[in-house]
T-cell receptor, first 117, second 120 residues
Framework: AQKVTQAQTEISVVEKEDVTLDCVYE???????LFWYKQPPSGELVFLIR??????QNEISGRYSWNFQKSTSSFNFTITASQVVDSAVYFC??????????????FGKGTTLSVSS | EPEVTQTPSHQVTQMGQEVILRCVPISNHLYFYWYRQILGQKVEFLVS????????KSEIFDDQFSVERPDGSNFTLKIRSTKLEDSAMYFCASMEEQGLDDSEGTYGYTFGSGTRLTVV
């Protein structure tokens, strides 16, 4: 069975603080993909990153960075110098490749990030 | 940038009525999906569609639900007899190709903006 756990339900920070959103996953597959999505108050799902299970390199994109550690089955997301516009719900998701014809994304419950000025 | 388009953005329907939610995936994409999100909860997979047939479906996707790609561009989700608990945001998604070994980390499912379904 596959499962994605985002233990932090809500996080509140003040602008310019760094914040890390945790994601722990479970899967029996050796090949899988991990994702992060942002859901702003407007409701749409915005793709942030995809990582495959064979690439444990950390990724940095502007103020965003991701730390993928297979040893701890974690794929954590850090926002550096947070801004009010970062306020949103962030979802971590997992996709296995055992079914090549359209594998489902399994989402965590999401972490609500509130950034105040 | 190509988008997945969903219509309507909000639909209110009476319990027991049929609804059809519409999606126009990105034109060169091959895999299509429906997900739903009950208010305040996580996003849940409903169904995936490839090569004009369902490839995977969840327990949520019971006989009340059906999907269709009637004309090669639209991808629809039909709920035959809506229930109050069907009230949710429904997201359509598409993907170009499954299983790319892309380590750049910039490839993923593209979601539409969602249809908020309210059953009264």
């Amino acid at each position: 069975a596959q499962k994605v756990t985002q233990a932090q339900t809500e996080i509140s920070v003040v602008e310019k603080e760094d914040v890390t959103l945790d994601c722990v996953y479970e899967t029996r597959d050796t090949t899988y993909y991990l994702f992060w999505y942002k859901q702003p108050p407007s409701g749409e799902l915005v793709f942030l990153i995809r990582r495959n299970s064979f690439d444990e390199q950390n990724e940095i994109s502007g103020r965003y960075s991701w730390n993928f550690q297979k040893s701890t089955s974690s794929f954590n997301f850090t926002i550096t110098a947070s801004q009010v516009v970062d306020s949103a719900v962030y979802f971590c998701a997992l996709s296995e490749t055992s079914n090549q014809a359209g594998t489902a994304l399994i989402f965590g419950k999401g972490t609500t990030l509130s950034v105040s000025s | 940038e190509p988008e997945v388009t969903q219509t309507p953005s909000h639909q209110v329907t009476q319990m027991g009525q049929e609804v059809i939610l519409r999606c126009v995936p990105i034109s060169n994409h091959l895999y299509f999906y429906w997900y739903r999100q009950i208010l305040g909860q996580k996003v849940e997979f409903l169904v995936s569609f490839y090569n004009n047939e369902i490839s995977e479906k969840s327990e949520i996707f019971d006989d009340q639900f059906s999907v269709e790609r009637p004309d090669g561009s639209n991808f629809t989700l039909k709920i035959r007899s809506t229930k109050l608990e069907d009230s949710a945001m429904y997201f359509c998604a598409s993907m170009e190709e499954q299983g790319l070994d892309d380590s750049e980390g910039t490839y993923g499912y593209t979601f539409g903006s969602g249809t908020r379904l309210t059953v009264v």
